[in-house]
């Protein structure tokens, strides 16, 4: 089954940018989505397709793809961007969808 | 506005069964995909079940194939998760997403709140 690999924190100080990573075994050919949630709320779509932002979400959120790793990255962060952040991707070779463990974003 | 309220959720003992619904506003739901996704206690996002928008196509996570089955109505605008021989595991907070378009593999834009199921003795 497909695997999607992040690390599980990350820290960066205000004003600063933050870029959470997603592993996945020629992750480049798929389509990736990512999701924030903040505690005790449900997920919100922040990237679709890898680098289009949902109406609502800041342009301080893009995304890239390429290779062997996705990438999610936050310019200017914010104290509110604080939270749990998580890839996803569509496997039609197994039509499951996947979800990378998650990877909490704490602002110093 | 899109809403997606889901409700059913409970304490259950283990071996027990518990039905899930969604209910769903603000949105053409015969026209799209829905999904079922849960978060164990402290843990990441785990997705269940998907099933396309007429209800032809359904599927389901290896973890929980043969146990659960997803069902719509698409008269009445409900999503549903039928969950049987329950384990501990399956202890988690339960959500149901709504897909863009009406295909499984549509990515997930909006999301209800969530129902908790706790499996215990």
């Known amino acids: 089954s497909y695997v999607l690999t992040q690390a599980p924190s990350v820290s960066v100080a205000p004003g600063k940018t933050a870029r959470i990573t997603c592993g996945g075994d020629?992750?480049?050919?798929?389509?990736v989505h990512w999701f924030l949630q903040r505690p005790g709320q449900a997920p919100v779509l922040v990237i679709y397709?890898?680098?289009d932002r949902p109406s609502g979400i800041p342009e301080r959120f893009s995304g890239s793809n390429s290779g062997n790793t996705a990438t999610l990255t936050i310019s200017r962060v914010e104290a509110g961007d604080e939270a749990d952040y998580y890839c996803?991707?569509?496997?039609?070779?197994?039509?499951?969808?996947?979800f990378g463990g998650g990877t909490k974003v704490t602002v110093l | 506005e899109v809403q997606l309220l889901a409700s059913g959720g409970g304490l259950i003992q283990p071996g027990g069964s518990l039905r899930l619904s969604c209910a769903a506003s603000?949105?053409?739901?015969?026209?799209?995909?829905m999904n079922w996704v849960r978060q164990r206690p402290g843990k990441g996002l785990e997705w269940v079940s998907s099933?396309?928008?007429?209800?032809?196509?359904?599927y389901n996570a290896d973890s929980v194939k043969g146990r659960f089955t997803i069902s719509r109505d698409n008269s009445k605008n409900i999503l549903s998760l039928q969950m049987n021989s329950l384990r501990v595991e399956d202890t988690a907070i339960y959500y149901c997403?709504?897909?863009?378009?009406?295909?499984?593999?549509?990515?997930?834009?909006?999301w209800g709140q969530g129902t908790l199921v706790t499996v215990s003795s």
């Open positions: 997403a709504k897909s863009v378009g009406t295909l499984v593999s549509g990515y997930f834009d909006y």
């Open positions: 603000g949105f053409t739901f015969s026209s799209h995909a």
């Open positions: 099933i396309s928008a007429r209800g032809t196509n359904a």
């Open positions: 020629n992750i480049g050919r798929k389509s």
């Open positions: 397709y890898g680098s």
């Open positions: 996803q991707v569509w496997d039609s070779s197994s039509d499951h969808w996947v």
